[in-house]
């Protein structure tokens, strides 16, 4: 087979399994996985044998096969064995942008190091290097029943995906390209719209929009901005097209995106017609987050960058304690990374004004990559993990508050919206409190 050939691989995933249904979700995000595989640069050396450990985790684990394809993804060799055989490829590319308000877009660089003067108030100081502290959750409280939160459910569609913020709620149908816009109080549709192309699931919201990426694996990509009120839909061209199986940042003025290609972050006003500012990247992106007027990077060299967001300047860097870092959330003065830690689950907290490193807890083990998300909001921290269905974080000392499970296993979404929770989970959409 010729190294550029194409291989569908859920054509291969599926020969021989015909009678199993399979899980909407786990096909789209491992369709995201194999797209960011394609989008990395290929490495000449064979990084398996390369390496002096082998990965952490129990033997056939998915987080120990997880941690190997992600070698197999650059390998030039083995690569169209990874895409033609189903694997999870890892580390996606992504980066801090920003933008001048000038009527043309704006090329920055991260180059000015100058440090702010910040709010530290109400905040724990640092207790050491994220390579040396770790809170340990070895003894998690219970897993505890949904309906002890729950106002509200309905069943859903096995493929969808919630998000929420300032008075917006939307249910996104990832099989029929369909986006529901919700009435915050009764969880009713109100709005529904069709996409004109196959949107990726990650989604964000902002008071002005709800913005989506197209699910395309390579070329140019379409971005959709809709009303969170009319549901009226404006769809703007990415010419270098942007990474998938990311969320979007969105702050004031805009998203941010990160870029296909060089790294960078591409950002699109409320009101563009286009890309109009691109900030270029010291190294590619993994998460991105925007807050306290600043852009946050989780990259793939094991930075986390504190980027200002109108001159492109890095205003400060901190270790990650992460190997794969998979989300980024502020609430107040924090900031928390999500990710994995030697095969475990791992929220790092930083300080947001500042970018110093506080601590990190370990959540045990994921029983899968697709067991995950993070959504902050309602004075407290929101996680899928790989047993609960939602596991609540006391965000002033990082440590678990409660765990809530459905019955039905942890994948899903999360997201707050006010003091609501809205959950995603075993094709049930519900409306929990959050306290």
């Known amino acids: 087979m010729a190294d550029d050939e194409r291989v569908d691989p859920f054509e291969i995933l599926g020969a021989g399994f015909e009678s199993v249904e399979p899980d909407p979700l786990f096909l789209s995000r491992l369709r995201e996985r194999l797209v960011a595989a394609e989008q990395q640069p290929l490495d000449a ?17 998915l987080i120990d096969l997880d941690q190997h394809m992600d070698a197999l993804a650059r390998t030039p060799r083995r690569r169209k064995l990874l895409l033609g055989g189903a694997a999870i490829a ?3 590319a992504l980066v801090a942008v920003l933008v001048n308000r000038d009527d043309k877009p704006r090329q920055l660089d991260i180059t000015d190091t100058t440090t702010p003067t910040v709010n530290t108030t109400n905040v724990p100081a640092p207790t050491s ?52 816009l919700l009435d915050p ?15 990726g699931v990650e989604a964000a919201v902002s008071s002005n929009a709800v913005w989506l990426a197209s699910a395309d694996s390579q070329g140019p990509s379409t ?14 061209p990415v ?37 109009d500012a691109t900030i270029a990247l010291p190294a590619q992106a993994a998460a991105v987050a925007a807050g306290q007027d600043a852009l946050w990077i989780a990259r793939t060299d094991g930075q986390l960058s504190r ?43 930083y300080h947001a004004g500042t970018g110093e490193y506080i601590d990190a807890t370990t959540l045990g083990r994921s029983g899968s990559p697709w067991q995950h998300d993070l959504a902050a909001g309602a004075g407290a921290l929101w996680l899928i993990t790989g047993e609960a269905s939602l596991t609540k974080i006391d ?23 006010q003091n609501t929770v809205w959950l995603y989970s075993s094709s049930t959409l519900y409306r929990l409190r959050a306290s």
């Open 239 to 275: 010419p270098d097209g942007v990474v998938q199986g990311q969320y979007p940042a969105v702050d004031p003025t805009g998203a941010w995106f990160i870029g296909r290609g060089t790294p960078k972050l591409v950002h699109i006003g409320n009101d563009a017609t286009a890309v």
């Open 45 to 61: 050396h064979d990084p398996i044998h390369d390496r002096d450990t082998t990965p952490s985790g129990p033997a056939g684990t």
């Open 307 to 349: 980027v200002d967001p109108v001159t492109g300047a890095e205003l400060s860097s901190a270790p990650l304690p992460l190997e794969v870092t998979w989300q980024l959330a502020r609430l107040d003065e924090q900031l928390w990374a999500y990710g994995l830690r030697n095969g475990e689950l791992t929220l790092a907290r």
């Open 395 to 417: 965000p002033a000392t990082n440590t678990v508050i409660s765990r809530y499970g459905s019955g039905g296993g942890a994948n899903g979404f999360v997201a707050v919206e």
């Open 90 to 92: 890892a580390a996606a």
């Open 185 to 199: 109080v009764t969880g009713e549709t109100r709005v529904t719209v069709q996409t004109p192309v196959a949107m």
């Open 129 to 180: 290097s994220p390579t040396t502290t770790k809170k340990v959750a070895s003894n998690l409280p219970p897993v505890q029943d949904l309906s002890e939160l729950e106002i509200g459910s309905r069943p859903v569609s096995a493929a969808n995906a919630v998000a929420a913020a300032d008075g917006v709620v939307v249910l996104y149908n990832f099989d029929t390209s369909t986006v529901e």
């Open 223 to 236: 971005v959709l901005r809709i009303s969170p009120t009319t549901g009226e839909l404006a769809s703007i």
